[in-house]
């Protein structure tokens, strides 16, 4: 079995694309998202057409949301999942938060007293965190001390009291969540573990529950609980010493033509596992010697592996893109990486400047192609 394969299958890097932004996202489960404009690339990016405005209207719509649910950070969920998800994951992130709402002077009852002001506030309608914070303020709680405003937002979020409402041009908005996604029965928790884990195995496997348990944010005891109760829905193999799980698919990954992918900072494919030494080889380590270098730049991918980085910038109606491989590219995969870099133009819906250059240690760079 070829793991980076087999994740770009799962993941809908590879082979047949989803039409709809929230059916990435169902697929995924859960795509973090605090950096907003890279997350509206990657859901994008695994469908065949969708741009960054297709993405934004998803967003407005509901038919995805945007709160904390993992980890802690943002994550793009959608209305089926969020109320079960919060259920399951919201005191291992509480527990996570705990010394940040010390820091910031949030206990319990400031917490309870900003739930409702929050929620009398919305009941007018969405509101930006600005807003909040002046209601807040209105009402006694000072919002500016130590980040506590992001506090008790995060806090009103894991209570299930508000998520994402419609974007008010770049801002974004927060909403109740009983006005926007309707209540749901309640799972007990060994199934909605067994769920998580299935689907986490299904959309992002080959992985190891430490894999899961770090994705989740979950203890790992949890992490195995799941996995076990969900093994009538997954199957197993043993590579190097280590057990992946994966979703059994009719559709095996077959040859090796050349992929390419242009991958945001926190892409589910490189943000979603504990181990990553799949993603880059050894030799190249050097390029981005930090562990969270991987997760938090944008690289560039052939046939599943990190083999450089890029960067863009919008100048006189142009995205122009500059790819920065850490070796020279094989022939064979230039098309495929233009062709990613022309799905970025059109997700952007931008005309393209591309062009290539050696890596930070050479001096020199060269034009590629201009379109």
Known sequence: MDILQERLRSQHLLGPAPAAAADVVRHLVAVQSQD??????????????LTGADVDDALSSGSILRTHLLRPTWHLVTPDDIRWMLALTAPRVKALMAYGYRRSGVDDAMLAKSNRIVAAALHGGPLTRI?????????????????????????????????????????????????????????????????????????HGPATIKDFAWWSGLSTTEATTGTNTAQSQVECIELEGRTYWFAPTAHPTTGRLPTGHLLPDFDEY?????????????????????RMDVISNNVLVVNGRVVGSWKRAVEKGTVRLTITPFEQLPKRAHAAVASAAERYAAFLQLPLHLEAQHSPSRSDARSMTNR
Do not use: F
Request: glycine fraction near 6%; include cysteine; proline fraction near 6%.
């Open 36 to 49: 907003y404009p890279a997350a509206r690339w990657a859901v994008a990016q695994r469908t065949a057409d």
């Open 131 to 203: 807003e909040l914070g002046d209601a807040l303020w209105s009402e006694g709680i000072e919002p500016r001390v130590d980040n506590r405003l992001a506090h008790l937002m995060i806090g009103a979020e894991l209570d299930g009291i508000v998520c994402s409402g419609p974007l008010r041009g770049k801002q974004h908005t927060y909403a109740l969540l009983d006005e926007v996604v309707p209540p749901a029965p309640a799972r007990d928790r060994a199934t909605a573990l067994a769920e998580l884990a299935s689907r986490y195995y299904a959309s």
């Open 270 to 290: 490189t943000v979603a596992y504990a181990d990553r030494t799949h993603l880059i080889d050894a030799a190249d380590l050097h390029h981005m010697p930090n």
